[in-house]
């Protein structure tokens, strides 16, 4: 008898709340933990954050740019262009460490060739790469950063051309000036990254952190150097299954110390990444094709010193910009 009571009592409890509930909107009522579709007046229901945007500039987005460039020399009379581009950012790019470890994706665009109004300047190309500032964040930027350069004039040419290039891309506008350089080797030629990867160097853009495999520590590229292949003969030379296209003025580091490319013989030994000297086994001249580029790379170096100015090319250490502009000065003042 007291078991039916207290049966009864519990069913008519049951029956009051769910008549109170049914005089709340059912939007209103609380989930009843356990019970699917029963609501309990009083409840809290859990806060979802918002989804936070994406960086807009994902690859497949589309992108305009407008590249002014100005060439100024004391002798030469001025010349300029105006290069626009309009497209979707690829989705072959790759992703990198920027300024304070943010991500950046970076990539290289095909090279142009560039027709100067007077054409001052013979073989003048352009080597454009989009990066993405902040790629992972909402707040990321667009960047277009461009190389230009030609294979018309010599080291030993003693000009003062200068080379002022400004680039307009999602309402920035950013120029950079440099002077006319001779580049160094092949634009797919692999460079050793901090991050221990490889990557060709006509994907590398200033900023980037290579590695330096004699005093085993990162650097920081200052600046990315490149023209065609015009006019030039190059120098593939190598030892076992690594072998590099230079041009002739490119120093590489032999047990003899640093020599010209167009100097090597099978005589020689190259030093490897590995840190290991290695007799040169191939070394083969050919002629430089006017459809390819050829880079060459101006590290940051915090303390002078032949060795602050090196990197892995191939497998192969090699000499950085710095380094062949002094080779070539003292090559040019034994005349």
């Not at 005089?23 to 609380?30: E, I, K, N, T």
């Not at 707040?139 to 003693?158: H, I, M, N, P, Y």
């Not at 150097?225 to 076992?240: H, S």
Request: charged share 20%.
């Amino acid at each position: 008898m007291k078991i039916d009571l207290l049966a009864a009592f519990l069913l008519a409890a049951s029956l009051a709340t769910t008549a109170g509930l049914a005089q709340v909107p059912a939007a209103q009522r609380p989930p009843v933990p356990g019970v699917p579709g029963v609501q309990v007046p009083g409840a809290q229901r859990p806060q979802v954050a918002p989804p936070q945007p994406a960086c807009p500039y994902q690859p497949g987005a589309v992108y305009s740019a407008e590249i002014r460039i100005a060439v100024k020399d004391a002798e030469t009379p001025a010349d300029s262009a105006v290069v626009r581009l309009n497209g979707r950012i690829p989705p072959q790019g790759r992703t990198a460490a920027g300024e304070r470890g943010a991500a950046r994706y970076i990539v290289a665009l095909p090279a142009m060739p560039v027709q100067l109004e007077k054409n001052t300047l013979k073989h003048f190309n352009i080597a454009p790469r989009i990066v993405v500032e902040n790629a992972d964040s909402p707040q990321c930027q667009l960047r277009l950063e461009s190389t230009v350069g030609e294979r018309g004039w010599a080291l030993d040419k003693q000009t003062d051309f200068t080379i002022e290039t400004t680039v307009m891309i999602a309402g920035r506008q950013e120029t950079t000036r440099s002077s006319m350089f001779v580049s160094c080797f092949d634009e797919d030629s692999p460079i050793l990254m901090a991050s221990g990867e490889s990557v060709r160097v006509k994907e590398l853009i200033a900023g980037d952190i290579i590695w330096n495999p004699v005093l085993k520590r990162a650097s920081r590229v200052s600046e990315v150097i490149q023209g065609t292949e015009a006019d030039e003969t190059l120098y593939r030379i190598g030892y076992g299954g690594s072998a590099v296209l230079f041009t002739g003025q490119h120093p590489i580091f032999t047990r003899n110390g640093l020599r010209p490319a167009s100097k090597l013989t099978r005589e020689d030994f190259v030093l490897g990444e590995d840190g290991a000297f290695h007799p040169v086994s191939v070394l083969e001249v050919k002629t430089g094709d006017p459809s390819r580029l050829v880079y060459n790379l101006k590290l940051e170096a915090p303390d002078a010193g032949t060795t602050a100015h090196l990197l892995s090319v191939g497998g192969i250490v090699a000499g950085d910009f710095t380094l062949q502009q002094d080779m070539r000065a003292e090559e040019i003042s034994r005349r």
